[in-house]
């Protein structure tokens, strides 16, 4: 793909061999590019500020490989029943004095029941009255939970991908990537905004890289919001100890997300913890125009704003402000 051809505006018909194609570009001109693309619709000096709380914690039924919140893996992981709205609300405050703009809850749930929904719903509604978008992440839902959501004033809904189709089985097995693709779908049809992206470095190939965007990019409208993980290896769970991922592949894999899917904000998300300022900087220059804020990220550790607010000071990069 020319980089002419993102420029003038998103396409729906991408293939594995074109995806394939991008993330394997002579390093520097596909930053150019990808550059090039997010200047033109982002201001590269800004990043979104988002904060991740999880409000379910763990006795998640699902086999996922890289997760510590599957009651199948021994991580020492303590389950936590979901939070009461009043503690919920205290954490959205907090986020927001951070200057976080969005805020995110996550749920360890397979699919919740449709009571989990309507309390997760209240919590929703509350946050959103405190001027901030909402996202929740609570598993596979059906159209009529979708709607609940929707109707509680739900912005974004977080299911991410993981990984490309053929790489899908080798990390999870209780449901399949279809399953997935239909929960996206009932939350396209209800008008709640997507979120969904996937991770690195769980022992994929750059092809399954490339899988994976050529699936998010086929979706029509493109995701408005495509979080880019790094895995972060938890003892326990089985891909503890794979051979860690080129960090360069990471940032191949955001600057093809930019140029694939122009108009979407793509998220720098899980991993930062253990990346380098350096490897971060050429992340965001890739393409990427969004962070989650604190010292924790559903279970496992984030920078902390102390990191955070120095990276982003020599970077001469703001956080959005609502």
């Given amino acids: 793909m020319d980089k002419t051809e993102s420029l003038l505006g998103p396409r729906y018909n991408w293939s594995v061999e074109e995806a394939e194609g991008l993330i394997s570009r002579p390093f520097h001109d596909l930053l150019a590019a990808a550059h090039e693309v997010h200047r033109l619709r982002n201001d590269p000096h800004v990043v979104e500020a988002a904060m991740l709380l999880s409000i379910k914690t763990g006795a998640c039924p699902e086999d996922c490989a890289y997760c510590p919140q599957s009651a199948r893996w021994n991580t020492g992981l303590k389950p936590e029943r979901l939070m009461p709205v009043d503690d919920i609300m205290a954490a959205a405050e907090k986020a927001k004095r951070a200057g976080a703009t969005r ?145 360069l592949e990471l940032v191949r894999t955001i600057a093809a997300a930019r140029l694939m899917m122009p108009e979407s904000v793509v998220r720098l998300s899980a991993g930062r913890n253990e990346m380098t300022d350096e490897l971060q900087a050429l992340c965001l220059h890739a393409g990427a125009s969004s962070i989650f804020l604190g010292d924790r990220l559903l279970t496992t550790a984030n920078p902390g704003a102390t990191r955070d607010d120095a990276l982003l000071e020599r970077l001469d990069t703001n956080l959005a402000v609502q």
């Fill in 103 to 247: 805020f995110c809850m996550g749920a360890a749930w397979r699919e919740p029941n449709d009571q989990q929904v309507a309390e997760v719903s209240l919590a929703v509604r509350e946050v959103g009255a405190l001027g901030m978008e909402t996202c929740a992440t609570l598993g596979m839902l059906t159209a009529e939970q979708a709607n609940t959501l929707a109707g509680a004033g739900l912005d974004y809904y977080n299911h991410n991908l993981d990984t490309s189709p053929e790489f899908y089985g080798e990390i999870i097995t209780t449901r399949v990537y279809q399953d997935r693709l239909d929960t996206l779908a009932h939350v396209r049809d209800s008008g709640v905004k997507l979120c969904t992206g996937g991770i690195v470095g769980m022992g994929e190939s750059r092809r399954d890289r490339a899988g994976l965007l050529a699936q998010l990019a086929q979706l029509d409208p493109h995701p408005e919001s495509v979080p880019i993980n790094l895995l972060v290896q938890v003892p326990g769970t089985p891909l503890f100890g794979t051979d860690k991922l080129d960090p």
